[in-house]
């Protein structure tokens, strides 16, 4: 399991928390490729599982088709693994060079396509027309369809094999097939909208096929659509956000079309026409749903009032895009940093108003940190330095000098968190009550503390209780 890091949190991971019995259930699938140079470097569960002889056993006699019997010498079962890869690996080298034996060889191939798929680039004619090593090929890698005969590439058993594995292989079949409607669907399954970018024209021009295809959020699909399709105002508003990105010009400009767009993503005004990043009502519904589409407002309305107040209630730090003298406006400012500190804390309020007593107020209640943007006057402000305190200790570190060395501030922080101590002056480091309240807090804050204090036998004592 990783090792925990203090102040970071590491998601769960449901794999190791398996039994080894499941473990090693699990490994029993992959192929020895993966056993031997992928799957160990996990961790080291893992790498152990890998080792067992029993997987490898497993292995051989699976893709080699050997028995006990072509193991005399009892050698490790890894070991003849990878022998026979070896082995095969030279054979396909012979193969890609000089030997037109092994591209004869339709066993050797099935095996070969298993261990590395690529080698069925080099068969002969003959096996790139054998629909059996090019169904093994397919499962392996669909794309690899691009080098089967021209009659498999008009197979739709094993085009529909080939797509289900990579939808990428649509792009090679041949064009009656990229024309079939359940074909084309299936690429659409594999991997989102991109199947649609080999369909045939005619397709691109199928509503229905292309409603199927930006429907399952693969908006972006529509870029692969007929000019007809991306002005089709149902099959736009069906892709979303992408489908204001890739539809007409005059579906840009569409009141109808950009306002149900923006209302389930407000940062696809990106997309729409400058004369709707210009209109009030369809800017309002994109900023109420997110705050940051401002940012695509014009001009005008990144100064307007209304406008700039619905952005910063859904999201404070949208503030950054509004004008100047908004962003001097104390009623924007104080919704602002209320509903996110840091609208404060990374300075998107106007100077004048990080001098602000009520602003800044605001601003710490929600996150200490936020005194970090906070006028230098505010900064030795005993109240505002306080108030940051109280939900969060490393606010301490951006108080001024002053207050850093002021008693009364530096024993309230380390009351919180014994820590906080490490933000306090030299001074305050080598005051015996601070320290004692900061080990009673986190015996661990002993580090903070003077040379001279850390030698102190009651402090000492009291780090080692906590």
């Not at 070969?112 to 054998?130: G, I, T």
């Not at 498999?152 to 097939?177: F, M, P, R, T, W």
Request: glycine residues 4%; proline residues 1%; charged residues 30%.
């Amino acid at each position: 399991m990783p090792v925990p890091i203090e102040g970071l949190n590491f998601p769960d991971y449901p794999l190791l928390s398996l039994s080894d019995e499941l473990k090693f259930h699990i490994c029993s699938y992959l192929t020895g490729l993966d056993l031997a140079s992928r799957i160990s470097l996990v961790c080291v569960d893992l790498s152990n599982i890998s080792k067992d002889e029993r997987l490898w056993k497993a292995e051989v006699f699976r893709t080699f088709n050997k028995t006990e019997a072509d193991n005399p010498e009892k050698s490790s079962w890894k070991n003849v693994y990878l022998s026979e890869v070896k082995s095969s690996l030279h054979k396909i080298r012979e193969n890609q060079s000089i030997s037109k034996k092994l591209t004869n060889d339709k066993d050797f191939m099935l095996k070969a396509v298993k261990l590395s798929h690529y080698v069925f680039k080099h068969a002969n004619e003959e096996l790139k027309n054998d629909k059996e090593l090019v169904l093994e090929t397919v499962k392996q890698y669909g794309d690899l369809i691009q080098y089967a005969s021209e009659e498999l590439k008009n197979d739709k058993e094993i085009a529909l094999v080939a797509v289900d594995q990579n939808y990428g292989a649509l792009e090679h079949v041949s064009k009656a097939l990229k024309n079939d409607k359940e074909l084309v669907l299936k690429a659409l399954k594999t991997y989102s909208g991109e199947g649609l970018r080999y369909a045939s024209e005619e397709l691109k021009n199928d509503k229905e096929i292309v409603l199927e295809f930006v429907k399952p959020n693969n908006g972006h699909a529509l870029m692969y659509a007929s000019d007809a399709m991306k002005n089709d105002k149902e099959i736009v508003i069906e892709a979303k956000a992408s489908g204001l990105q890739h539809c007409s010009k005059e579906l840009k400009n569409d009141k109808e079309v950009v306002l149900a767009i923006v209302k389930q993503k407000g940062w696809a005004l990106i997309h729409a026409s400058k004369q709707m990043q210009n209109d009030k009502e369809v800017v309002l519904e994109a900023v109420k749903q997110d705050g940051e589409a401002l940012r695509y407002a014009s001009k005008e309305l990144r100064n307007n009032k209304e406008v700039v107040l619905e952005a910063v209630k859904q999201d404070g730090k949208a503030l950054r895009y509004a004008s100047e003298e908004l962003k001097n406006n104390k009623e924007v400012a104080l919704v602002a940093v209320k509903q996110n500190s840091d609208a404060l804390r990374f300075k998107y309020v106007s100077k004048e108003l990080r001098n602000d007593k009520d602003v800044v107020l605001e601003g710490v209640k929600q996150d200490g940190l936020a005194l970090t943007g906070a006028s230098e006057k505010l900064k030795n402000d005993k109240e505002v330095v306080l108030e940051a305190g109280k939900n969060n200790a490393n606010a301490l570190m951006y108080a001024s000098e002053a207050l850093k060395n002021n008693k009364e501030v530096v024993l309230e922080f380390v009351k919180q968190k014994g820590w906080a101590l490490t933000h306090a002056s030299k001074q305050m480091q080598n005051d015996k009550d601070v320290v004692l309240e900061a080990v009673k807090q986190d015996g661990s804050a002993l580090r903070y503390a003077s040379k001279e204090l850390r030698n102190d036998k009651d402090i000492v004592l009291e780090a080692q209780e906590t």
